[in-house]
Nanobody, 121 residues
Framework: QVQLVESGGGLVQAGGSLRLSCAAS????????MGWFRQAPGKEREFVAR???????YYADSVKGRFTISRDNAKNTLYLQMNSLKPEDTAVYYC???????????????WGQGTQVTVSS
């Protein structure tokens, strides 16, 4: 089992920045690929970014150039640096772990509880 705990969400004005963190514990050998997802009210959960153990990254077009995913394997921690935030980035952000490089939420089998990000206009 893997436990994932997100932190760092909050309220920020449009154009501002936030950094999310996700601390992993337990069987962290199962976290080869880690990803960030988000879910806005009334919408489906959507892929944001993912990173492999070795640092290869992949982003959704909607956040490319604004968000940066990174990880510190020694600390078992995943990060999401979010810059130039827009009101449409408002959502609950989740970190998740998978064994394959996928973008579908169904392919990720460990999930955190989520952290709220609200961007005001």
């Amino acid at each position: 089992q893997v436990q994932l705990v997100e932190s760092g969400g909050g309220l920020v004005q449009a154009g501002g920045s936030l950094r999310l963190s996700c601390a992993a514990s337990g069987r962290t050998s199962s976290t080869y690929y880690m990803g960030w997802f988000r879910q806005a009210p009334g919408k489906e959960r959507e892929f944001v970014a993912r990173i492999s153990w070795s640092g290869n990254t992949y982003y959704a077009d909607s956040v490319k150039g604004r968000f940066t995913i990174s990880r510190d394997n020694a600390k078992n921690t995943l990060y999401l640096q979010m810059n130039s935030l827009k009101p449409e980035d408002t959502a609950v952000y989740y970190c998740a772990a998978a064994s394959l490089p996928r973008t579908a939420p169904s392919e990720y089998y460990y999930w955190g509880q989520g952290t709220q990000v609200t961007v005001s206009s």
